[in-house]
């Protein structure tokens, strides 16, 4: 779903960028509130209230989810939906830089190849865009971020999405009203069906995040973070076969040089989870067989051994 929403944005015209967010903001919230009422899940909204840092981090949360959503509407409806693709091909390289940075984290030599890899791709794009990449710059920055401030969060991802919507429903909302008082508004004035269209906004960004909250707990995590690459390459390939997005030379060798440090992270991962497992399993094994020889086995069927010499210590 994510990687087809391209082809939803485009439908929304005349609406400008701002106005087709303003309206994802208040319909998500509208949507996100009729499935907590179905749900009864409205136990974490005391619990929250008590806790102003975490008030604080997902109103963060929500103007970085904010201009990440803008610039993607934004750069769909202006025919830069190659460039958007690549955003979300580096947010992984952007999301490990900020670890290291931020988080203090210690990368695995495949890792740290992968994000110089990915830093040339983007210096490759630079050079033959003649400017940085900077939507999807924006992009990878902004999503990464907003990774970040969820993993501090932690809580649900509906909760999260109802939360974060609330934060910007005011705000959105009195836009729209401005919109529609100095006669700026396309939702009255295109027809019933371009009104259907953009209250569906709510549908088109809640529906993904909730299929993927139900996906985190029951899919391993590197799959998932596999199934992830989706997104972008199905975005990349609707700009360059359905939108006919020019793709020159230098971007093919900036974009091949972004799967390279894709490639590069993901059999790091894989490698990674294959020996976390074979020493779980070791470690498992080991702690199986500790009983059988330890204090409380059976005694040996036989009388004991009084000779003098070395005892041999109990496991």
């Known amino acids: 779903m994510w990687g087809l929403v391209p082809l939803f944005w485009p439908l929304l ?14 319909w998500s919230l509208v949507l996100v509130a ?24 997902i109103a963060v949360a929500a103007v970085v989810i904010t201009v990440n959503w803008g610039f993607y509407i934004w750069a769909v409806n202006t025919g830069r939906v190659v460039e958007a693709s690549l955003g979300y091909f ?13 988080l203090k984290e210690r990368l695995r030599p495949a890792q740290w190849t992968a994000v110089l890899v990915g830093v040339a791709a983007v210096l490759v794009l630079a050079i033959g865009y003649g400017r940085p990449p ?19 969060i932690n809580i649900g991802g509906l909760e999260s999405l109802a939360a974060e919507t609330a934060v910007l429903f005011l705000p959105a909302l009195g836009y729209l009203v401005w919109l529609s008082a100095s006669g700026s508004s396309t939702f009255t004035t ?17 529906v993904p995040l909730i299929c993927f909250g139900a996906a985190a707990i029951r899919v391993p995590l590197s799959t998932l973070g596999l199934l992830q690459y989706l997104a972008p390459v199905f975005q990349f390939l609707l700009g360059v076969t359905y939108f006919h997005e020019a793709m ?7 974009f091949s040089l972004v799967w390279l440090a894709l490639t590069l992270l993901t059999w ?20 199986a067989a500790k009983p059988a020889a330890g204090p409380l086995a059976p005694a040996p069927d036989r009388a004991p051994d009084l000779a ?8």
């Open 13 to 26: 015209k005349p609406a400008a960028a701002m106005e087709i967010l303003a309206h994802r903001m208040v």
């Open 34 to 57: 009729i499935g907590l009422l179905a749900l009864r899940r409205w136990g974490w909204v005391r619990e929250l209230v008590r806790q102003p840092r975490k008030l604080g981090l």
């Open 90 to 102: 580096i947010n992984p390289l952007v999301t490990i830089a900020m670890g290291v940075l931020l």
């Open 134 to 152: 900077w939507i999807s710059l924006t992009l990878a920055f902004s999503f990464a971020t907003y990774g970040l401030v969820k993993k501090k």
């Open 190 to 206: 295109e027809g019933a069906g371009h009104s259907a269209l953009l209250a569906a906004t709510g549908v088109v960004t809640a």
């Open 248 to 254: 020159p030379a230098e971007r093919w060798a900036g």
């Open 268 to 287: 790091d991962a894989l490698r990674t989870a294959h020996r976390t497992r074979a020493e779980a399993q070791r470690l498992s094994a080991i702690a």
């Open 308 to 315: 003098p010499g070395p005892r041999e210590p109990a496991s």
